[in-house]
């Protein structure tokens, strides 16, 4: 990096994210003056958007349904099957962890991985408040999984990467995790390619998933050069100024023997 440091960007995300938790800060909520991670331009839609209630109809309490700071419902883009494992990076307060593991029913597992031990105590309270069963929080960065590789038929993630110096060792891990076969499903913000000066490259911005934010057609090639196959824009939308988007974007494992 050339702006700002590397740890200054762990430690501040870190620290943002630990104040989230311990304060119930929601969807759309900013924070320390800047856009929070989910608010994107008035033109852009909700960024609210994510589902918030079970496949068949009953609601989370709104406390726990209004706790995403993602951009996107990469739940629903998996399309999730009964008995699947799926890793959640950056799983937050555990909305998208307990939403997959409705889907993927008593015979699947989701498993978040966060690196702000506040927001996983959140996420364990809240799993234990909703009696959920099959689901795990475990501490520790995405850029160094505390999971053994071919765990996952499922890697997801919603607004994270972006905050990342590094972003093709999450996208390395996330392949590593994943069985033969399967899939990442990833919703993120990304440029429209219009370069980000770089006196705007501070660590609030980063943070606020602003300044982190690469050209889709490079994140697609990280997504590629780790391995990664069949890889689709699903979805697209104008997310704030400065050429930002909010993507939703889907790509393969290869099987054994394939490739």
Same mark, same amino acid.
């Given at each position: 990096?050339?702006?700002?440091?590397?740890?200054?960007?762990?430690?501040?995300?870190?620290?943002?994210?630990?104040?989230?938790?311990?304060?119930?800060? +929601?969807?759309?909520?900013?924070?320390? %003056?800047?856009?929070?991670?989910?608010?994107?331009?008035?033109?852009? %839609?909700?960024?609210?958007? $994510?589902?918030?209630?079970?496949?068949?109809?009953?609601? *989370?309490?709104?406390?726990?349904?209004?706790?995403?700071?993602?951009?996107? $419902?990469?739940?629903?883009?998996?399309?999730?099957?009964?008995?699947?494992?799926?890793?959640?990076?950056?799983?937050?307060?555990?909305?998208?962890?307990?939403?997959?593991?409705?889907?993927? /029913?008593?015979?699947?597992?989701?498993?978040?991985?966060?690196?702000?031990?506040?927001?996983?105590?959140?996420?364990?309270?809240?799993?234990?408040?909703?009696?959920?069963?099959?689901?795990?929080?475990?501490?520790?960065?995405?850029?160094?999984?505390?999971?053994?590789?071919?765990?996952?038929?499922?890697?997801?993630?919603?607004?994270?990467?972006?905050?990342?110096?590094?972003?093709? +060792?999450?996208?390395?891990?996330?392949?590593?995790?994943?069985?033969?076969?399967?899939?990442?499903?990833?919703?993120?913000?990304?440029?429209? /390619?219009?370069? @980000?000066?770089?006196?705007?490259?501070?660590?609030?911005?980063?943070?606020?998933?602003?300044? %982190?934010?690469?050209?889709?057609?490079?994140?697609?090639?990280?997504?590629?050069? $780790?391995?990664?196959?069949?890889?689709? @824009?699903?979805?697209?939308?104008?997310?704030?100024?400065?050429? *930002?988007?909010?993507?939703?974007?889907?790509?393969?494992?290869?099987?054994?023997?394939?490739?």
């Amino acid at each position: 990096m050339e702006m700002v440091d590397a740890e200054k960007i762990r430690t501040a995300v870190r620290e943002r994210y630990a104040r989230a938790a311990l304060t119930g800060s +929601t969807c759309c909520e900013p924070a320390s %003056g800047a856009s929070a991670c989910c608010a994107p331009a008035a033109d852009a %839609g909700s960024c609210c958007d $994510a589902p918030v209630s079970f496949a068949d109809g009953r609601s *989370l309490p709104e406390d726990i349904a209004v706790t995403s700071l993602g951009c996107g $419902a990469p739940v629903e883009a998996a399309a999730l099957r009964p008995g699947e494992t799926v890793i959640d990076l950056g799983s937050g307060a555990g909305l998208d962890v307990f939403l997959a593991v409705d889907r993927v /029913g008593p015979a699947g597992r989701a498993i978040g991985v966060d690196m702000t031990a506040e927001m996983i105590a959140r996420a364990r309270a809240n799993a234990a408040r909703l009696g959920a069963t099959g689901v795990e929080f475990r501490l520790g960065e995405i850029e160094h999984l505390p999971i053994r590789e071919e765990t996952a038929d499922v890697v997801m993630s919603n607004c994270v990467i972006n905050l990342l110096p590094d972003k093709r +060792t999450a996208f390395a891990e996330a392949y590593r995790v994943l069985k033969p076969g399967g899939r990442l499903v990833v919703s993120d913000i990304v440029s429209d /390619g219009t370069p @980000v000066p770089e006196v705007l490259k501070t660590v609030e911005r980063w943070t606020a998933c602003l300044a %982190g934010a690469i050209p889709v057609k490079e994140y697609i090639d990280t997504i590629t050069q $780790a391995g990664f196959q069949q890889v689709e @824009v699903l979805s697209s939308r104008n997310y704030a100024d400065g050429g *930002l988007l909010s993507v939703t974007i889907r790509a393969a494992k290869p099987g054994r023997g394939r490739g």
